[in-house]
């Protein structure tokens, strides 16, 4: 397996991880954010 294939499935995997979290907050709108953690602090 190369690194570039793991880091796909990597992305796959957080994209999906903070798909699931976002459908627990219930907050869809911070899903043009990129993330799922807020990181201003």
């Known amino acids: ?6 880091l796909e499935i990597l992305c796959v995997e ?8 976002l459908k627990q ?3 869809p709108r911070m899903a043009s954010g990129g ?3 807020s ?3």
């Open 1 to 6: 397996m190369s690194i570039a294939e793991d």
């Open 25 to 27: 907050q219930g907050r």
């Open 14 to 21: 957080i994209r999906n991880s903070q798909k699931l979290l």
């Open 35 to 37: 993330t799922a953690f």
């Open 39 to 41: 990181v201003n602090s």
